[in-house]
């Protein structure tokens, strides 16, 4: 009886401290957001306060703290609910709606309006009309979801093997329509763009200006597409009705000369009934999850009716609109509350071309693949296609092995693995970039401030500290000391570096049993039994206290490891200042570095075709457009290039700011670009070709000698 007496003790205890325990807000860190976290958050720290600020970068985060109760409550767009409704991972509630005008039931409804001399009595009478749409590029409030809902309900979908998906949405768009205006952008790769319109340009005939079809057009935008209808351009219009019925008040418009088609095929008088929808754009929402949802309820309940500090200060947390309560008897998860707002789970319902255009992306770790999924989850609500799909393996050795086997189609190299995934038959899609130039990756020969060291030449018969075989330091001194030394440099890449250098610490080459036989030990013998060497900050150590004279590395790396930015022992007392970079030209700073790479590739196979290199290169641009560094909207859905989950560089490098397919506005020399080609154009030996080449030699010669024995004998 005692024990079960304490034990009621204990749990009502801790009830009443779960109880008591802050509710936890997921906010979002943004340009748009910052000033409010700094102004309110610090007054939810007030101990009278019942919320705290949890703070995270991107909405798709906050889903995932609410549904593993890191977070009890945050506020989620309508296609963040659209992707917590499809994951069956958490369990979340809606709570309250979050509207900038009460009265509104939705954020608003998209209409398909025609005129009624047209000849439009239903659905099958749209084939063959003028067509006038907003455009599809994504906005603050506008996604391909919503952008193609109208052409994907009534267009049968075409899957050509023989196009691109974004060309064959346009191609059955064309074949529909006599002829449309569709103004803007039709795809973010703005060559493909304008190959479809030169190519379909009947959906471009009635735009004020045909022949460019650009987003400065009349009758582009929500109201250009209104006006297209109403001057009598356009047979059928994708409008939102607020917008269609304040243009006609304004102008006088007569509304009996216009119907509605609605979805089942029926029409409706403009002047005396009421619109049908197709589809409607939900506000956004408090979302909860299901342990904490009587807290959270009733906590909202009371932010209107008490005149309390910290309420304002959380009211204003939830940007500044109208808290809606949801009727209780309604409150329900993500699919419930969508399934009430017109079309908008249908609109998120994609039937995918067979065979599958999904592209498959190789991950080489388990944060990396749930990243890929949630990136993958995020594409869908987005409405961009084709689908992704996250192909995993245990390195990323095995990533780019995956890919030349073609059991994957892209993976994300860093600049030391160009050159192997090239002999791998890899290719380039796109740059992996930053925009400052002083975040530009480079290299250099990094010396002591003291020494007498000026140039690369006068490095020779010295110890050099490099981070590997055929890193970025080491095919940058080999590629340009060839170049530099012309017939003088042995075209035998090792013996070369060997010949050059005293001694060297090459990481890696001591421990292959393979290669201690055919690398010269002097690569080797300047590290140090029983350290470890596995990045730039070892082979600048190597040059600190392990003998070496020169070390292959980021001048960044200098910077991370003097000042007393290391804490350990072996960097106490180090100044940037005690190292320097050798210069090609001593009076110019820019030249003191071997090369400069961009932070990485997205690569595929050489093999693959043009059609479906074009398909990656153009979903590619648009993720990067979605989720990259710019996003529309108060905060980002969701950040391709940042953090997950607290890790760092996940995928992409933190400093990643957008992806391009070409480096020629960087104006810097001696791009490993140009090295890597050099390498692949014109290789040095290796060791290991060396002594395959002289295996084969041995080979024939025994073959010859063996001829002439047999035929001497007869």
Not at 120 to 127: A, E, F, G, K, P
């Amino acid at each position: 009886m005692a024990r079960l007496t304490g034990v009621i003790i204990i749990t009502s205890v801790y009830s009443y401290a779960y109880n008591k325990r802050k509710v936890r807000l997921c906010m979002v860190s943004g340009k748009h957001t910052d000033n409010r976290i700094k102004k309110n958050c610090p007054m939810l720290d007030k101990p009278e306060s019942g919320v705290k600020c949890v703070i995270t970068n991107d909405r798709f985060d906050c889903l995932r703290k609410v549904g593993e109760e890191l977070s009890d409550l945050t506020v989620l767009g309508p296609e963040d609910l659209a992707a917590a409704a499809s994951s069956r991972e958490f369990n979340i509630l809606v709570t309250n709606e979050l509207k900038f005008f009460p009265e509104e039931k939705y954020q608003y409804q998209i209409i398909a309006l025609f005129r009624t001399t047209s000849g439009i009595q239903d659905l099958r009478d749209v084939r063959g009309k003028k067509f006038c749409h907003p455009g599809y590029e994504s906005a603050i409030d506008w996604t391909p979801v919503l952008a193609t809902y109208f052409e994907n309900t009534i267009i049968e979908k075409e899957c050509d093997p023989n196009k691109t998906l974004i060309e064959n949405r346009v191609a059955a768009a064309s074949k529909f329509f006599g002829a449309a205006c569709m103004p803007g952008p039709w795809t973010t790769d703005t060559n493909l763009d304008s190959k479809l319109k030169s190519r379909y340009r009947n959906l471009c005939a009635i735009c004020d200006n045909p022949a460019g079809c650009y987003s400065d057009d009349k009758y582009h935008g929500r109201i250009g597409a209104v006006m297209c209808l109403a001057d009598g351009i356009g047979d059928v219009a994708w409008v939102r009705i607020a917008d269609a019925q304040e243009y006609f008040r304004t102008q006088g418009i007569n509304k009996g000369d216009y119907r509605y088609l609605c979805y089942d095929g029926t029409t409706r008088s403009m002047q005396t009934e009421e619109p049908c929808p197709w589809i409607a754009k939900p506000w956004p929402v408090v979302v909860t999850n299901s342990n904490q949802n009587e807290k959270v309820f009733n906590l909202m309940m009371t932010l209107d009716t008490q005149n309390v500090p910290w309420h304002g200060a959380l009211v204003r947390l939830l940007e500044n609109y109208h808290l809606a309560q949801i009727n209780r008897d309604d409150s329900g998860t993500p699919g419930d509350y969508l399934r009430r707002v017109p079309g908008f789970l249908s609109a998120n319902t994609h039937t995918p071309c067979k065979p599958s255009r999904t592209i498959q992306w190789c991950v080489s770790s388990n944060v990396e693949q749930r990243k890929c999924m949630w990136l993958r989850q995020a594409l869908s609500v987005y409405g961009d296609e084709p689908n992704l799909s996250c192909i995993a393996r245990t390195s990323r050795m095995a990533c780019m092995e995956a890919v030349t086997q073609q059991e994957a189609e892209l993976f994300v190299i860093r600049p030391d693995e160009e050159l192997v995934a090239k002999q791998k038959g890899l290719k380039r899609v796109v740059h992996v970039f930053t925009n400052k130039i002083e975040d530009v990756n480079k290299v250099a020969a990094v010396v002591r401030r003291d020494s007498k060291i000026n140039n690369l030449e006068q490095l020779r018969g010295l110890k050099a500290c490099f981070t590997g075989y055929q890193t970025i330091g080491w095919n940058a001194f080999v590629s340009i000391m060839r170049n530099m030394s012309g017939s003088n440099w042995d075209p035998l890449d090792i013996k070369a570096v060997s010949n050059f250098f005293k001694e060297s610490c090459v990481p890696g080459l001591k421990e292959n049993s393979f290669k201690i036989h055919t690398f010269p030990s002097n690569l080797y013998s300047l590290c140090k039994e029983g350290a470890e060497y596995k990045d730039e900050t070892s082979a600048f150590r190597c040059l600190v206290n392990g003998g070496g004279d020169v070390a292959f590395i980021s001048p960044d790396t200098v910077k991370k490891n003097t000042g007393n930015q290391n804490q350990q022992t072996w960097a106490h007392g180090l100044k940037g200042s005690d190292f320097k970079p050798i210069c090609f030209k001593e009076s110019d700073p820019d030249s003191c570095f071997l090369t400069w790479t961009t932070l990485g590739s997205v690569m595929v196979n050489q093999n693959i075709s043009s059609i479906r290199f074009e398909e990656i290169y153009s979903t590619l641009l648009e993720m990067d457009q979605l989720f990259g560094k710019t996003y529309n909207g108060q905060t980002p859905a969701f950040l391709l290039y940042g953090s997950y989950d607290g890790n760092h560089s996940i995928i992409f490098p933190k400093q990643t700011q957008h992806l391009q397919s070409d480096i020629s506005h960087v104006h810097l020399d001696r791009s490993y670009v140009q090295i890597i080609e050099d390498l692949i154009t014109n290789p040095p030996q290796s060791s290991a070709r060396k002594l395959h080449f002289d295996l084969l030699q041995l080979c024939l010669m025994c073959i010859v000698l063996s001829i002439i024995n047999r035929v001497m004998n007869q």
